[in-house]
């Protein structure tokens, strides 16, 4: 029987985008596959996946024209396994592998497959990511539609052209961890001035909660909002001037281009 979908890597990704499809009943759960060569890791995703079948490999008959791959592997075995992949048959495939272009997936496939590069980041694990999508050279409107039903499983999806994915990859991809390291610095600044740390931590992740919920809902500007609460000579104007001092804005600023950069080199 040929799947509707192979998931290729049961990794972190791979299996939070199989939870994320099943939940929204993207397909049966007995159309999807998950193939990872692990066995510990085949262990796991067959108890945590009901129905879903969980290989150590594709073979013959396991795909068609019609089945669709999602390559969720390491960037250093992911054109081998795409060219093999392809190889079997599979006409679409959604790559979530890093610094991969579509033109080096489509080189190394055997026919014309339409290939859609993302870029999703770790909040699809409780169905809060954020991903963009750019399409290949054999990509159809149809083709960025199927992609976005399964990246929209769990979260939010942007269409980009692809010289662009590389700045997404410095933005939104490592952002979950830029703003852990801000959290953590938050909560080590409570702790300072004399808070006890778990006051602090749900000070600042609530906070931080709020914070998002308020520019999501209302549509107003971070700058507007941040107006908003910053009163001439208050305290938050004081902590804001602190802020500006240690040159925080340019070293964000200079995160996403490090980040980016490094994506444009694994490009090449």
């Not at 089945?67 to 959604?94: F, M, N």
């Not at 699809?124 to 290949?136: D, N, R």
């Not at 300072?192 to 308020?214: C, F, K, N």
Request: charged share 20%.
């Amino acid at each position: 029987m040929s799947y509707e979908l192979v998931i290729v890597g049961g990794g972190k990704m791979g299996s939070a985008l199989a939870e994320g499809l099943l939940r929204a009943q993207w397909c049966a759960p007995e159309r999807l596959a998950v193939v990872d060569h692990t066995a510990s890791t085949r262990e796991s995703l067959a108890q945590r996946l009901a129905g879903v079948a969980v290989l150590p490999s594709l073979e013959l008959g396991d795909v068609d024209e019609n089945t669709g791959a999602l390559l969720c592997v390491k960037p250093d075995y992911a054109e081998s396994v795409a060219r093999s992949i392809g190889a079997l048959g599979v006409r679409r495939l959604l790559s979530v592998v890093a610094g991969l272009t579509t033109a080096r997936i489509e080189s190394v496939m055997v026919q014309p497959v339409a290939v859609v590069r993302s870029m999703p980041n770790t909040p699809v694990l409780v169905g809060k990511g954020v991903s963009a999508i750019a399409g290949g050279a054999h990509v159809t409107a149809d083709d960025l539609v199927w992609a976005e039903s399964i990246l929209g499983a769990v979260g939010t999806v942007v269409r980009v052209t692809e010289r662009n994915i590389d700045v997404v990859t410095g933005l939104s991809g490592p952002m979950p961890a830029y703003l852990y390291l801000i959290v953590e610095a938050l909560i080590e600044a409570g702790v300072y001035q004399g808070l006890p740390r778990a006051v602090a931590q749900t000070l600042v992740v609530d906070s931080l909660e709020g914070t998002a919920a308020l520019l999501k809902q209302t549509g107003t500007s971070p700058e507007e909002l941040r107006h908003q609460v910053t009163s001439p000579g208050g305290t938050t104007a004081a902590g804001l001037r602190a802020l500006e001092n240690r040159s925080v804005r340019a070293a964000m600023i200079d995160a996403v281009s490090a980040a980016a950069d490094r994506s444009r080199q694994l490009g090449r």
